[in-house]
């Protein structure tokens, strides 16, 4: 079955970077497109970035345009999202997501606080 498992969250103070990872299985990973969306306290889930199986061309929400860089290891089925620059604003959860034959699978999510 498909499974998605999030790690590399913590605590960061502003202005600092971390690199979120996400470990994929169950499906052929290369021929999908991943994302990776992230749901703050109190508000909705919402899109951070993705990225496409076969070329891996990427997009980006424009609140971490320049910040953020997303990319994939198709040969170690795992997707990672640099975020640099972090902000209080970028606290969040934040999921590895595809969807699959007509699905959407997420991961259990990685929590990232950015204080000081």
């Known amino acids: 079955q498909v499974q998605l498992v999030e790690s590399g969250g913590g605590l960061v103070q502003p202005g600092g970077s971390l690199r979120l990872s996400c470990a994929a299985s169950g499906f052929y990973f290369s021929a999908y497109v991943m994302s990776w969306y992230r749901q703050a306290p109190g508000k909705e889930r919402e899109l951070v970035a993705t990225i496409t199986g076969d070329d891996g061309s990427t997009n980006y929400v424009d609140f971490v345009k320049g910040r953020f860089t997303i990319s994939r290891d198709n040969a170690k089925n795992t997707v990672k999202l640099q975020m640099n620059s972090l902000k209080p604003e970028d606290t969040a959860v934040y999921y590895c997501?595809?969807?699959?034959?007509?699905?959407?699978?997420w991961g259990q999510g990685t929590q990232v606080t950015v204080s000081s």
């Open positions: 997501t595809t969807r699959v034959r007509g699905n959407n699978f």
